[in-house]
């Protein structure tokens, strides 16, 4: 079984930046794609990026597009996700989660694909 501790989040100002970690224990992740996802108060959880297990694709949802990098360290069983050009609209808990699949090549952006999430780290984005 894997734990995952995502930490990093905080409150910034709108067009500020932060960045993501997601530590992986227990079993390993390093032959599984990661992502992100989120989830604002009365709202639905959403896909935000993911990253196959050999970092060789990624996937973002179109709302981030440009602005956020998701990354891995392998070594480190760590997965990141670099945001930029924050919007209030960014503002959610956002939970790190394992991709189901042993070496799936493909991104999976529904969180049916992912079995082990994080407790999740609190964005808020000020305007």
């Known amino acids: 079984q894997v734990q995952l501790v995502e930490s990093g989040g905080g409150v910034v100002q709108t067009g500020g930046s932060l960045s993501l970690s997601c530590a992986a224990a227990g079993a390993s992740t390093s032959n599984y794609a990661m992502g992100w996802f989120r989830q604002s108060p009365g709202k639905e959880r959403e896909f935000v990026a993911a990253i196959t297990w050999n970092a060789q694709n990624t996937n973002y949802a179109d709302a981030v597009k440009g602005r956020f990098t998701i990354s891995r360290d392998r070594a480190k069983r760590t997965i990141y996700l670099q945001m930029t050009t924050l919007k209030p609209e960014d503002t959610a808990t956002y939970f790190c989660?394992?991709?189901?699949?042993?070496?799936?090549?493909?991104?999976?952006?529904?969180?049916?694909?992912?079995?082990?999430w994080g407790q999740g780290t609190q964005v808020t984005v000020s305007s």
């Open positions: 989660a394992v991709d189901q699949n042993l070496f799936r090549d493909v991104v999976a952006t529904t969180s049916s694909d992912y079995a082990s």
